[in-house]
RNA sequence: GAGCCGGUAGCUCAGGUGGUAGAGCAUGUGACUUUUAAUCACAGGGUCCCGGGUUCAAGUCCCGGCCGGCUCACCA
């Protein structure tokens, strides 16, 4: 461990592991309730982990949320479970009508055509991909493919119309009074009556139809409709008539819908944020209804902002992902993700930097700790193939941004050539080495983002403007002063000025070069940036503000 | 209003089965007799939201209240 290079992080190596110990243990608790769940299950069967995305939005944190915590349960689970096989299904909803026009397409008056329509029929307004569905898809693979999450997608109209759900669907038909008498309690009074779990697809004008379904035929596996009013809010074609519900000709409210997708998917597990708590409670209900034991799982907190106020996209509150990837590297995402979903986290961009000085401390301990520890840690859950698996210096995420204004510069070969010279340590680490190079990026906009407009001016007094005249004049007339000579003469000009504590002179310096209170040893620092130091004195001493 | 979830230091958070309230950061003071992007030592900080109850013992369990959030839509 270098001595020299202590930048700021805290040296934890006596103490007890993390800080965060306790609250990434969540996940070996859900993966023990799920190995109860399917002890008796045959040993080929795998465990089903599911997750959901609406393709009509864009993916965010919360998608990210949603995706990679039930992957740590089922990290989890691996570890206790050797060898029965698992999957993560992310299941895709593009049989879903479209309710509104989103806010991101081009041409958006022109989209309202489409309004009621299933995702999956939608032409891409971007123009790139086969279908709406199709283009949100692929950003959603985009979205997914830094954290290296082993997922498979399922898309809902292709499960509905390859006849995969039909079995389930002919159970839905069979207890349709049942299920209805699950949701109608739920429903206002005025909405009971009309209230059907089957939305046909309207054969004559595509739409997802709603509340118009007159007759059911359980022998037929088909029911009654008229073509009054779609999922969008149009006026449906008017189409009367009587419709298998099978093979895609019509899909199931969403309640029902997600107990359909447990019932033929068989999922054990699945994870939801709180707001959806009443839905999986009901789904929950149905299911039971059509024989099945609901999925293990549990509603997770929301995200807030720094006030603690909810985060809410449409107000543009929160972080985004990007953001995140713009000031953080993605593993330190994902070990906040680690943390104890059961409460509210507040998230907000200036808390930024401690997260990522927290997961580097941790990275640090996980290298040095024997491998039977590392099984232990909560960074299994968290170190990608791509990413460092060891951190061998003390630099700090506070540090690296402090150089952007030190150095006066945003180039980041400058500022890792600067870091090499202080830590050498991670020269050839390559480990080290492309963290940093992450970490230099991330800082260099931080900086710019959130430092840089709070500097605070400060004003010199007429003595202080003295005594850096004084220096800068010095300097220009020692031109090859080393950087020893130059440290004496700043410290013989604070003998001067303050015989009682000569070291007053140093803040007043790094004020004028730095703006900051502290820094670098000056004289080293003045030798290697003399122009710049110079020219920031004079400045300094002429306008008494730095 | 009802149901569910939360409330621990200035900030971010730990506190599996009750057993003397913790960490990091931030703050303050001092030391290092040329400075320190340090290090070291020390300190301040808390009615664990409030009030009851169970218990020898409650941050932890129970009840009530306050505050915040979510849900209570044919949306997902």
Redesign the pocket.
Known sequence: MAD?S???????SD?QPG?????D?WPR?EARRLAERVAAYEPARPVIFQS?F?PSGLPHLGTMAEILRPSFVRKAFHLIELSRPSRLIVFI?DL??L?KVPENVPNRADFDRYLGLPVSKIPDPFGCCASFADHMIGQLRKFLAPVEVEYELMRSAEMYSSGRFDEGLKLILDKHAEVTAI?AP???E???????PF?PICPNCGQ?V??TVSAYHTERASIEFICEKS?GGRSGCGFRGEQSVLGGMAKV???V??ALRWYVLKVDYELY???????ARLSGQILRALGAQPPLGF?F??F?D?E???V?KSVGRGVTVEQWTRYAPIEVLKFFLL??P???????LK?IP??V??YL?ALCEYAAAPEEKKRESPLEYVIQKSTPKRFNS?L?F??IT??V???GTADSNVIVS?LLK?DPNFEGEENTASMVAVLVECAINYYKDFVEPTKQPYSFSDVEREQLKTLATWLNDHPNANA?EI??R???L?REYYPDK??K??????HAI?Q?V??????A?IAEFRLRAVKRLQEAASVGIA
Do not use: C
């Open positions: 020299e202590r930048s700021g992080r805290s040296d934890k103490s800080n965060a110990a306790g609250a243990r608790e959901g609406g909803d879903d009508g309710r949701i739920t429903l206002r005025e909405n009971r009556a009309g209230w059907s939305m997802v709603e509340r999922a409210q969403w309640k819908d997600w944020g709180k707001d959806l708590t009443d839905s509603p907190e929301m807030l720094e603690g106020r909810k809410s943390r104890n059961h409460r509210a986290r507040k998230l907000f808390a401690q997260y000085d927290e401390d003390e700090s506070g540090f402090s150089l204004p030190a150095l600067y202080r020893e440290e004496k700043i410290y013989d604070g000569p070291g002179i140093f803040p007043l310096v790094y730095l900051q502290r820094g670098p040893r000056l004289g620092h």
